[in-house]
């Protein structure tokens, strides 16, 4: 029966696979977005459309206007019309271009669970086959090696080796059993070795799949704060300049020193609105989570990648973040009166039952000084396991004798208090950043095993990187104060924090948010649960349970804490390329006066007004031209500006005000240099098919058949 479950070959997929976007699929969608209801949604952009609309019943009806009668050219007006029309069609390919690359993944992710099927277990123990569809929360299936997990749920009998390669993109499996934080199974994930009995978490539609399909889609995306804020601002400039062109031609017509048509004046609100940001913002915001799904990251929502890019405060775990993680035993010291042979034997007494990494390396050290070990019978001892209370562990023989090791608080607890030669070796080590783990027997400390914890390679210099932006670096960690500052001092974080308890997190959050600061950290157990909800960007790691990955808002599908240092710059790099674009957007739009506003009065025969002619820096002659050539390189330098959008600025840590002089020096004056040579190039172009016969055969045409309604 379990064979059914098997995929068929090729069907496993990864989050990280480079997504193809079908052009056909583009192409349809940016001529759906014409669709009024989705165009409202970009109030910029809507005012396009409207204009737009606006200009096609003047070009195709003009006697509804008879006022227009006195300027109208049909060939003019149409080509004003066909260009609007590229604005906006610009505008839809940056946004469907951005949608496709999500929609790709997701078709790819809903391989996955296409059929599945659920053993489940029944209250009477028997088991029966049911459609994945119609599993509950609660609900309890057996899964065995060769079959598919069918929904989200965490282990509560029995482990296995998962396979989750369709969903992280790695080859190596993982470990998932009952107790522990490792409990949380994903559904399309599949089932290598083992046997295990899962409770359902999620229901169908609800699932993490589920949740990673509509998010890499697109689906009912929000916007965010910042892209709020922003899309208020170009929506009240908008306006702004909307009552600037209004007040121009009352004045105009009140003064009867110049008389514009329609459609210049169409071409010259046009040109002057922040376009070019209206058309890229959906698409910067789209791709900014496209990214940090690269990265094999899940942001539930684009306020939590916008948020790490506004970080203050960033809380680490010491261990596994900043540390390899695996701390290894190097070197035994015994009290003065006790031989080493002893103090040995009796820390593999201590961690010969101790299956965490630190026990294993010190029977490995002992191991290494030859020292004989002593046989236990079954049933002549009871291990006692380290819990975060006892801070120790040992082991317990039915003589009545104990042997333990555990930290110097814990062993002060017990009764086992180290001498003044022990505390001294202990102070030493702990200032070179090592652990000091206390060996005892029968309630008396007789010498010390040192841990050493390893900083993970270049973590000095990303935490450099995170100071050069502003961002406070706080250490979390049990260890005592001494190691604690050492590696502290080592890896370069601002501050840190010893003997931290799992409720010092919250505690931390909660004090740096009463200073007004964002803070992100990671977690992956039950415990860190309530600290990441409150943390304004919670990562939590895949491999942890279902808890932590509710309330985070991110999910690492590589289960790497240290992925919070990149998520960081993928957020700098999403508010740095959407105020980069917004400069460029409103820069470019200044050199557009200087073609738009000269061809005006030169069109009207006014050029004779004092200092209209100084504004004509471009030396463009004909009006007509002039504006055209404004307008089309207005609509033209949208999707140049695509890719840059959609892979985003580059981004190299720097402080605010390094970052607001590239802007203004990079994007700013680049804006400005750029619309200035554009223009002329495009009005170099326009002349030169102006004096084409097919150019010329064309304008006959238009002028023939325009206006379908005459004049």
């Not at 993944?105 to 009477?124: C, F, H, K, Y």
């Not at 210099?461 to 500052?485: P, Y």
Request: net charge neutral.
């Amino acid at each position: 029966m379990a064979a059914e479950f098997v995929p068929e070959p090729g069907a496993k997929v990864s989050v990280r696979r480079t997504p193809h976007t079908s052009a056909r699929r583009v192409l349809a969608d940016s001529f759906r977005a014409f669709d009024p209801r989705r165009e409202v949604k970009h109030p910029v952009m809507f005012t396009v459309y409207v204009l737009f609309l606006f200009l096609v019943v003047l070009t195709v009806y003009p006697r509804a206007f008879p006022d227009v009668a006195r300027f109208y050219n049909a060939g003019y007006y149409l080509d004003v019309t066909i260009i609007l029309f590229l604005t906006l069609w610009f505008a839809h390919i940056s946004e469907s271009i951005a949608e496709a690359q999500g929609r790709a993944q997701a078709d790819s992710l809903r391989e996955i669970r296409s059929g599945l099927r659920a053993r489940q277990v029944m209250p009477d123990g028997t088991r029966r086959w049911v459609p994945a569809d119609g599993l509950r929360v609660g609900d309890t299936i057996e899964l065995q090696a060769g079959e598919p997990v069918p929904i989200d749920g965490d282990v509560i009998f029995g482990a296995a080796l998962i396979d989750e390669s369709m969903m992280t993109g790695e080859s190596a499996a993982v470990t998932r059993e009952s107790g522990g934080d490792k409990t949380s199974v994903l559904g399309g994930t599949i089932v290598l070795q083992g046997k295990v009995v899962v409770r359902v978490s999620a229901v169908r539609g609800e699932s993490f799949l589920d949740r990673l399909i509509r998010l890499v889609e697109g689906q009912g995306r929000e916007p965010t704060p910042n892209e709020l804020a922003l899309g208020v601002f170009l929506a009240a400039l908008t306006i702004s300049l909307f009552i600037v062109v209004l007040t121009f031609l009352y004045l105009a017509d009140f003064t009867n020193i110049v008389s514009v048509d329609v459609a210049t004046i169409i071409a010259l609100f046009v040109c002057l609105m922040p376009t070019t940001i209206g058309a890229l913002l959906p698409a910067i915001g789209i791709s900014g989570i496209n990214r940090v799904a690269r990265s094999n990251v899940i942001a539930k929502s684009g306020k939590a990648i916008e948020a790490a890019g506004d970080l203050d405060t960033l809380i680490l775990d010491k261990t596994g973040t900043i540390t390899v993680g695996n701390r290894l035993a190097v070197q035994f010291v015994a009290a003065p009166d006790v031989p080493m042979e002893t103090v040995i034997e009796s820390a593999m007494l201590a961690s010969s039952l101790d299956d965490t990494p630190e026990g294993r390396s010190i029977v490995r050290l002992a191991a290494r000084r030859n020292v004989p070990v002593r046989k236990l019978e079954l049933g002549t001892f009871k291990v006692m396991p380290f819990t975060p209370e006892r801070r120790m562990s040992g082991i317990a023989l039915r003589d009545g004798s104990e042997y333990f090791k555990g930290s110097i608080q814990a062993m002060q607890q017990y009764g086992a208090p180290l001498g003044p030669e022990l505390e001294k070796s202990a102070n030493a080590a702990s200032s070179e950043g090592m652990t000091p783990l206390v060996i005892a027997a029968n309630h008396r400390a007789i010498g010390l095993c040192f841990l050493k914890d390893v900083v993970k390679p270049g973590i000095r210099d990303r935490i450099r990187e995170l100071r050069t932006m502003g961002i406070h670096t706080v250490m979390c960690t049990g260890d005592n104060r001494l190691t604690a500052a050492a590696i502290a001092k080592e890896s370069g974080v601002d501050e840190f924090i010893a003997e931290a308890k799992p409720e010092t997190k919250l505690t931390v959050i909660d004090r740096e948010k009463a200073r007004g600061r964002l803070v992100a950290m990671s977690g992956d157990g039950t415990n860190d649960a309530p600290a990441l909800a409150r943390a304004d960007v919670g990562l939590a790691m895949n491999n942890g349970t279902s808890a932590a990955k509710e309330a985070g808002n991110m999910v690492d599908l590589d289960n790497d804490p240290t992925k919070l240092i990149e998520i960081v710059s993928i957020g700098k790099q999403l508010l740095i390329t959407r105020g980069a674009l917004t400069t460029f957007s409103i820069t470019n739009d200044v050199a557009k006066y200087f073609a738009i506003i000269p061809a005006i009065f030169v069109a009207a025969g006014a050029a004779a007004l004092p200092g209209v002619s100084a504004l004509n820096i471009l030396g463009l002659a004909d009006p007509q031209l002039a504006v055209l050539s404004a307008l089309l390189f207005n609509a033209l330098v949208i999707p140049l500006l695509i890719p840059l959008a959609l892979a985003g600025v580059p981004f190299r840590p720097r402080s605010a005000i390094d970052l607001l002089r590239r802007n203004l020096l990079y994007y700013g004056i680049g804006g400005l240099v750029s619309a200035f040579v554009g223009i002329k190039l495009v009005y170099y172009l326009l002349a030169w098919m102006a004096g084409l016969p097919l150019f010329a055969g064309w304008l006959s045409l238009v002028t023939h058949y325009l206006p379908l309604g005459g004049l």
